[in-house]
């Protein structure tokens, strides 16, 4: 992948983080806690239906791209069964509105209105991820780019409009915001791969293609539903243990934490298809480890960066939104421990060990289930940032033991190290809402950078090797 492909995927992203950071204080300002709290229980069952309802062919979509020849029959033959389901489950959330209304959010006064509402969106979700996949793996950098910033576009411009007129606004407002800005995103993801869209209906379905993509996907489709509980059980804990008003703060610290996901969002665009292509040219493993070096180098970095200047955000939020900053620091080790672990699975996914993903997610999940009970009660939405980054260690751990093992072994003391370093400096200020002095964040980074000091002396040869 040339420079200006890679510039290409990361400008989405980067564009994207950077609308983020508008709309969290937009939205702070204009909702009150309690209602972001509801928005966050609706993205957070969005994102594991997704995770479910794609049956793992999404990701089976990406691991046959380059073996298929027919790429619009590969694209029918996947998504149709798996939007198949969806509107299966659609259904169901339409007949029993009154049920998911009132799990996900208040009591409210149009619940088949609101159940409505969000069958449509979660079919638009899977539609989403499918074609988005298609401008990945067609390597369409701007596309993808475009594709990727169209919502958070939607969502600012909706909310500058409602910060300048008079009145409250509530979660109705909030909901129909949410499902406008996904909604349109579909629309531009249709707009973008017209073409692709319009072969694939021409093709018929490849039944074997079926079946070895679900042989696959199966054990994603598991694990996908024990990952979905692994990132929403802090959610279900804060609003059954403290209400939610502390998930609405919650909410917010992750959404600023989301500049974390700009190097994930990037990183997993291009490292996929690049993986795959590397492994059919018989790369070194020395490569694969190279990545690895430089993206914890990368991400460590923008941790400590975005620690320091933490405080700064009590300029531009409510008081009611002020702990923040406390809840950050562990917030981000969510995208970084995520990323971390991309680096490090690929032997499991080259191998094609995909079961190995469910015992993966299961033990992560029990230790944020045990955590939540333990520390939400008393630290309330700090103790909850604090199980999940436990938790999304644990996940690191194992996705990177099991790849040492199904594939080639690879040293991992340095990744361990930063991963712990990193751990304790985000653990003590969720628990005490205190900020640690900056010259301790300040030392633990330049600890990190002597243990990298021989991979960052040695960038040119690193980027000689990475170009050719």
Avoid at 100 to 120: H, K, R, W, Y
Avoid at 278 to 305: C, H, M, P, R, Y
Avoid at 447 to 467: E, P, Q, V
Wanted: charged content about 10%; overall charge positive.
């Amino acid at each position: 992948m040339d420079l200006s492909k890679l510039l290409g995927f990361a400008l989405g992203p980067f564009m994207a983080a950077g609308l983020g950071l508008i709309t969290v204080p937009l939205m702070a300002w204009i909702f009150t806690p309690e209602v972001i709290g509801q928005i966050a229980m609706l993205n957070s069952f969005l994102a594991g239906s997704a995770l479910v309802l794609t049956l793992g062919l999404d990701q089976a979509y990406v691991r046959e791209y380059h073996e298929v020849g027919n790429k619009p029959q590969l694209l029918l033959s996947l998504a149709s069964l798996s939007l198949l389901i969806t509107f299966i489950f659609t259904c169901v959330v339409i007949l029993f509105n009154s049920f998911f209304v009132s799990l996900l959010f208040t009591e409210q006064e149009n619940p088949l209105l609101i159940s409505a509402g969000l069958a449509l969106v979660i079919l638009a979700c899977i539609l989403y991820r499918f074609l988005s996949l298609v401008l990945r793996m067609q390597q369409e950098a701007l596309k993808f780019s475009l594709l990727q910033i169209s919502a958070k576009l939607t969502l600012v411009v909706s909310l500058s409009l409602l910060f300048f007129l008079t009145g409250e606004f509530g979660f109705v407002t909030a909901f129909s915001l949410s499902c406008l800005s996904l909604l349109v995103a579909t629309i531009v993801a249709v707009g973008l791969t017209w073409r692709e869209c319009y072969l694939a209906f021409k093709e018929g379905f490849d039944v074997k293609l079926i079946k070895q993509a679900l042989k696959f996907g199966w054990p994603l489709v598991v694990s996908g539903f024990v990952y979905w509980g692994l990132i929403s059980v802090d959610r279900w804990a804060i609003r059954y243990y403290v209400g939610l008003e502390q998930l609405g703060i919650y909410s917010v610290a992750f959404s600023v934490a989301a500049v974390m996901t700009i190097f994930q969002q990037v990183f997993s665009s291009i490292w996929a298809p690049i993986v795959y292509q590397w492994q059919k040219e018989g790369a070194n493993i020395k490569q694969f480890s190279l990545i690895t070096d430089w993206v914890v180098i990368v991400l460590s970095t923008v941790f400590f960066i975005v620690c320091l200047l933490s405080p700064l955000l009590t300029h531009f939020l409510p008081v009611a939104y002020h702990d923040v900053i406390y809840l950050l620091p562990a917030c981000m080790l969510f995208p970084v421990y995520y990323t971390f672990s991309e680096t490090t699975v690929v032997g499991m996914n080259v191998a094609r060990k995909t079961s190995y993903s469910i015992v993966i997610t299961l033990i992560p999940l029990a230790v944020n289930l045990l955590l939540c009970y333990l520390l939400i009660p008393t630290y309330l939405a700090g103790g909850a940032a604090v199980a999940v980054a436990a938790a999304f260690a644990m996940y690191l751990l194992l996705r990177t033991e099991v790849s040492k093992y199904v594939w080639h072994h690879f040293s991992t003391s340095k990744l361990y190290t930063v991963a712990l370093i990193l751990l304790l400096i985000a653990i003590w200020p969720a628990l005490t809402s205190m900020l640690i002095p900056w010259y301790v964040n300040f030392s633990s980074f330049l600890f990190i950078i002597l243990i990298y000091r021989k991979r960052l002396l040695a960038i040119k040869h690193d980027i000689k090797i990475l170009k050719n």
